[in-house]
C-alpha cells in the first residue's frame, strides 16, 4: 500500500472516530421529591409529553432523552405517599436510583434530583460507582432528615401538640428511614473529586433548610473537591425555583455550569450566567461562616 493510500486511510478511520464520538448520546436521569412523582421532572424539561401532546418551557435545565421512574412511595400527584415505604433517601430510594442508573444505555449521565430525590443522588453517588456520571445537580438536597426535623412547617404546627422527639420517634416507625442508614452528609466525601457537582437552595425553604444543603458543600470544599459549586437565593419556593423571580438566573447559571464541563447547554443562557456562576457559586469556608 503506498503512502498516498496509507495516508486517505488514517483519515477516513480519524473522521469515524470523531463522527463516533459527536453521536454519543447524553440522558438525564431524574430523582423526584417526596409526595411527587416522575412528572415533577417535566417542570425542568426543554419538551415533554403528556396525553399526546409536546410542552416546551422557555425555563429549562434539562434536555431529552430523560430516564423517568417512580420512588417505591409514590401515589398519583396530590395523594400522600406511602410512608411505609420511603426511607426519606436512604436503602429502598438508592436500591431504586441504581436500578433505573444501571438501565441507561448511554455511556453519558446527567443526574438531576430535588429534595429528597437530590438527597438520594448524593447518597448513590458516593456509595456506588460512578464512571458513566459527567455531572450532578441537586436542588435543595438535606444533609440529614434531622436537620429538615428542626425546621419544617408541618413539624412545627405538630409540636405544639407534641414534642419533635415523640414526632421524630413515630416517623421512624412509620418509615423505613434508620438512624444507622446512610446519611447525604456522610456519603458526599466519596464523591469522585473530579465529578462536577452543583449544589441549590434558598434562604427561605421552609421544608428543607439552606443551612442543611450549605453544609453538604463545606463536606465537599473539605474533602477537597474542586469542582462543586453552590447557587444560593435569599427567597424561592421549595422544589419550583424556575418559577420564581429567580427563576432565569438559576436557568442561567446551571446552564453555565454545563457549559463549563463540556455538557449539553444553551450557549446564550450560559453566557448569560458565566459570570455569576464564576463569581458567586464558589464561596470559601471562610465566607458560609
Known amino acids: 500500500m503506498n503512502s498516498t493510500r496509507q495516508k486517505y486511510l488514517l483519515i477516513l478511520i480519524f473522521a469515524g472516530l470523531l463522527h463516533s464520538f459527536s453521536l454519543k448520546g447524553y440522558t438525564y436521569l431524574f430523582s423526584h421529591g417526596f409526595g411527587e412523582t416522575y412528572r415533577q421532572a417535566y417542570r425542568y424539561a426543554k419538551t415533554y409529553k403528556w396525553l399526546g401532546k409536546t410542552y416546551k418551557n422557555q425555563n429549562y435545565i434539562l434536555y431529552t432523552p430523560i430516564k423517568l421512574f417512580n420512588y417505591p412511595d409514590s401515589l398519583w400527584k396530590g395523594l400522600p405517599p406511602k410512608l411505609n415505604k420511603t426511607s426519606l433517601a436512604q436503602k429502598n430510594e438508592i436500591v431504586t436510583l441504581k436500578n433505573a442508573y444501571d438501565e441507561i444505555e448511554d455511556e453519558n449521565i446527567i443526574l438531576f434530583g430535588t429534595s429528597r430525590g437530590a438527597s438520594v443522588v448524593l447518597n448513590f453517588a458516593g456509595i456506588h460507582n460512578t464512571d458513566k456520571l459527567k455531572a450532578i445537580v441537586a436542588e435543595s438536597p438535606f444533609d440529614n432528615v434531622k436537620s429538615v426535623f428542626n425546621t419544617h412547617w408541618f413539624v412545627n404546627i405538630a409540636s405544639k401538640l407534641i414534642s419533635k422527639p415523640k414526632i421524630y420517634k413515630f416517623f421512624l416507625w412509620a418509615t423505613k ?113
Open 177 to 289: 428511614h434508620k438512624e444507622e442508614g446512610e446519611h447525604p452528609i456522610d456519603n458526599v466525601i466519596h464523591i469522585r473529586n473530579d465529578l462536577p457537582v452543583m449544589l441549590i437552595c434558598t434562604e427561605s425553604d421552609e421544608i428543607v433548610p439552606c443551612s442543611s444543603t450549605i453544609n453538604l458543600y463545606k463536606k465537599l470544599c473539605e474533602n477537597g473537591h474542586k469542582h462543586v459549586y453552590l447557587l444560593k437565593f435569599k427567597t424561592g419556593k421549595h422544589g419550583k425555583l424556575l418559577w420564581t423571580e429567580n427563576g432565569i438566573k438559576c436557568r442561567n447559571v446551571v446552564h453555565a455550569f454545563y457549559a463549563k464541563y463540556h455538557l449539553p447547554h444553551n450557549p446564550e443562557f450560559a453566557k448569560k450566567g458565566k459570570n455569576d456562576l464564576e463569581q458567586e457559586c464558589q464561596p470559601t469556608l471562610k465566607e458560609l461562616q
